[in-house]
């Protein structure tokens, strides 16, 4: 017996051992595209930071970010949640028609992030300056829940932004409740809307603006995939669901210039295909997410640009916007780190800005915190 437990501590010792080697030579990935996000970096050591905290818990982060067959082991875990049949993994709820629903919790940056935005609008009040908040599948499809789902009521937050903002807003709950019944407004294994959510979110946008909206039978409405398995399937390791179907909507016609300015390169379309051989699908749109891009429509003249603050909802939605000035300018503020306001002031053109974001990462994004 005594042979028998020196045995088993030695062995997982080698096992403990053999990980820490494997996490300092195994080499490093910059993103997970199971999860779809950046994965931590090594933090920059101060005595500062760490007295502070910042660099221990940062260290956590990369730690974790890099453990060893860490998508292996997440595998497992999420393999044996699903065979013991619970309703929700990782914050992720199991719902009806082969949906999978991401939980809204309890935000606690609302005060603070109003604030900013206030704040922001002072220095521009010259704009035309509108916030579109997009509820999510949580409370669009909330009738498709499993029974004791648990969420915090996203209309609430919703009606606090839009009840302390300084500027105009474009609440557009209800018109993505009314067409849920016509077309697919979120995809079932992914956390973005689709196409359908973002034309009419359009609409609600024209409307608001005094602009004369394009009907939906007048665009070229084109599938480009049916195999599109996004964030939540990832999250939850199921792919026995059906995978979702993305669409394009298009114009006869259509004469853009795309100027991605972070890594310099021009194009004339709004849409990338390589994303369509990849994992990560939705980034078919605008490329992904990028610091800065110049769209020229140059079927368009005029000197009444558009900007769009954003977080990757946007990007669905900007290839409607584009059909409606000679320029939209779209800033990420997760990358984008100068000043936003000091960029429209250098560029007088710009006479309306939109800010939107969806409920669900508004309250964690560190972009739309740091806007100034």
């Known amino acids: 017996m005594k042979y028998i437990k020196k045995i088993i501590v030695l062995t997982i010792s080698l096992i403990f051992v053999l990980l820490f080697i494997l996490q300092i030579f195994l080499p490093k990935k910059e993103f997970s595209s199971k999860e779809n996000r950046m994965l931590a970096t090594f933090p920059t050591f101060t005595f500062k930071r760490l007295y502070e905290g910042d660099y221990i818990k ?101 009606k606090e932004y839009y009840d302390n903002i300084n500027f105009d807003y474009i609440d557009i709950t209800s018109t993505l409740k009314t067409h849920n019944s016509d077309y697919q407004m979120f995809y079932k294994l992914d956390h973005h809307w689709t196409s359908y959510a973002a034309y009419y979110a359009y609409k609600e946008y024209a409307k608001n603006n005094n602009i004369d909206y394009i009907d939906i039978s007048k665009f070229n409405i084109t599938k480009v995939t049916d195999s599109f398995r996004g964030t939540l399937s990832s999250k939850t390791s199921d792919y026995l669901i059906k995978s979702d179907s993305i669409y394009k909507f298009s114009l006869d016609n259509e004469d853009y210039t795309v100027k991605y300015v972070d890594t310099d390169i021009q194009t004339n379309t709004l849409y990338a295909d390589k994303y369509l051989k990849e994992k990560d699908k ?73 800010f939107i974001y969806n409920m669900i990462s508004l309250d964690t994004d560190s972009g739309i915190k740091s806007v100034h």
Do not use: C, W
């Open 58 to 158: 940062e260290l956590e982060d990369y730690l974790v970010d890099h453990f060893p067959f860490r998508d292996m082991f997440m595998n497992i875990h999420l393999t044996s949640e699903r065979i013991l049949l619970k309703d929700e993994i990782s914050d992720v709820y199991f719902a009806q028609d082969g949906y999978l629903i991401e939980k809204y919790n309890k935000p606690v940056n609302t005060k603070k992030i109003i604030n900013r935005l206030n704040k922001f609008y002072e220095k521009l009040n010259y704009v035309n300056m509108n916030l579109m908040l997009v509820p999510t599948s949580i409370q669009i499809n909330k009738d498709l829940l499993p029974n004791n789902s648990l969420s915090y009521d996203e209309l609430a937050t919703i």
């Open 282 to 354: 939705y980034s078919y749109f605008l490329d992904n997410n990028h610091s800065l891009i110049e769209i020229t429509n140059n079927n368009i003249k005029g000197n009444n640009d558009l900007l769009v603050i954003k977080d990757s909802y946007a990007n669905s939605l900007i290839p409607f916007l584009v059909n409606h000035y000679h320029k939209v300018y779209v800033i990420d503020p997760r990358y984008y780190k100068k000043s936003i306001s000091d960029y429209v002031l250098e560029n007088p053109n710009i006479k309306n800005i939109l």
